[in-house]
């Protein structure tokens, strides 16, 4: 099985400007998470989609969305990008609900 | 707040010996707890998981331990391999919020040949 893919993979975009990253989960994975990581803050959690809703979603501001397709596919979107935005953007699918994911390699976002 | 705290950044071990990292939570609420291991320019992989209603699981070299009481986990890594040089994440979720993972900040782990 393929594993999770993440395009692109780097990308810098400047601040005021949105950007568009994109997800694949594992096929048959109808659950896909996407998390931040920063230097700072670690690891954080954004949203979750399941069966194409929103099932949990993270403390971030409302810059930051997602959708999912009905073929799971995931994309998430971030809006007047700001300095902090800077980050690796991680996607992770999964089977079920138990904390068991599968993550891609992410996207790395810079913001000049 | 930090709910989820890894309170070492680093752990340097010789090969062969036992490597334990730690973890400590404050949320009462978490009652599944899981560790990933990540490589530089890879995303975390799962390791091994804990239900709050066990105290210990084991999967191989591999063993995680859970005090309730005291909210700390640890996971033992015995005979530690130079393949297992890593950082390694604590993460713990709600039944209810399997995928909404809470992340520690992570510990580097060296294995020393």
């Known amino acids: 099985k393929a594993g999770v893919t993440q395009t692109p993979r780097y990308l810098i975009k400047t601040r005021g400007q949105q950007v568009t990253l994109s997800c694949s989960p594992i096929?048959?994975?109808?659950?896909v998470s996407w998390y931040q990581q920063t230097p700072g803050q670690g690891l954080q959690f954004l949203f979750e989609?399941?069966?194409?809703?929103?099932?949990n979603k993270g403390n971030f501001p409302g810059r930051f969305s997602g959708r999912q397709f009905s073929n799971s596919r995931s994309e998430m979107n971030v809006s007047t990008l700001e300095l902090g935005d800077s980050a690796l953007y991680l996607c992770?699918?999964?089977?079920?609900?138990?904390?068991?994911?599968?993550f891609g390699e992410g996207s790395r976002l810079t913001v000049l | 707040d930090q709910q989820v705290k890894q309170n070492s950044p680093s752990l340097s071990v010789q090969e062969g010996r036992i490597s334990i990292l730690n973890c400590d939570y404050t949320?009462?609420?978490?009652?599944?707890f899981l560790w990933y291991k990540k490589y530089p320019a890879e995303g975390p992989t799962f390791l091994i998981s804990?239900?709050?209603?066990?105290d210990k699981n084991e999967d191989g070299r591999f063993t995680v331990f859970l005090n309730k009481s005291a909210k700390h986990l640890s996971l033992h890594i015995v005979p530690s391999q130079p393949g297992d040089s890593a950082v390694y994440f604590c993460?713990?979720?709600?039944?209810?919020?399997?995928?909404?993972?809470?992340f520690g900040g992570g510990t580097r782990l060296m294995v020393k040949p």
């Open positions: 989609y399941f069966s194409e809703t929103q099932r």
């Open positions: 993460a713990a979720t709600r039944n209810n919020a399997g995928n909404m993972l809470t």
């Open positions: 949320n009462s609420m978490f009652d599944y």
């Open positions: 804990i239900s709050s209603i066990k």
């Open positions: 096929s048959g994975h109808r659950s």
């Open positions: 992770a699918s999964s089977e079920g609900n138990t904390g068991e994911l599968f």
